[in-house]
Nanobody, 124 residues
Framework: VQLQASGGGLVQSGGSLRLSCAAS????????IGWFRQAPGKEREFVAC???????YYADSVKGRFTMSRDNAKNQVYLQMNSLKPEDTAVYYC???????????????????WGQGTQVTVSS
């Protein structure tokens, strides 16, 4: 089981980036896939998740700016990030869970598999 995130980089405030997460060793369609981020000195925080290939949920801080999608045929998930702000600067991780329930989708501890992270830096 392996997840690999990519697509991070340096962008100016107001810009856009698209993150990708490629999965190998399993098929995504039965799992909950989440995006989390961690800024220096801060705890890892929930960004978005697609719950068991049904609905997608977002943190309030990114709602309306970020869009998560998944392509089960390619075994990949994406995070389109628009209108980026300096406070979005963090390492972004994709994560997978086969046991999370709806009430705990925002808890990093409910995700058993993690990608290596990709750095997103937004300059002001």
């Amino acid at each position: 089981v392996q997840l690999q995130a990519s697509g991070g980089g340096l962008v100016q405030s107001g810009g856009s980036l698209r993150l990708s997460c490629a999965a190998s060793g399993f098929t995504l369609d039965q799992f909950t896939i989440g995006w989390f981020r961690q800024a220096p000195g801060k705890e890892r925080e929930f960004v978005a998740c697609n719950f068991r290939n049904t609905n997608t949920y977002y943190a309030d801080s990114v709602k309306g700016r970020f869009t998560m999608s998944r392509d089960n045929a390619k075994n990949q998930v994406y995070l389109q990030m628009n209108s980026l702000k300096p406070e979005d600067t963090a390492v972004y991780y994709c994560a997978l869970s086969n046991r999370v329930i709806l009430s705990t989708i925002r808890a990093p501890g409910q995700y058993g598999y993690w990608g290596q992270g990709t750095q997103v830096t937004v300059s002001s």
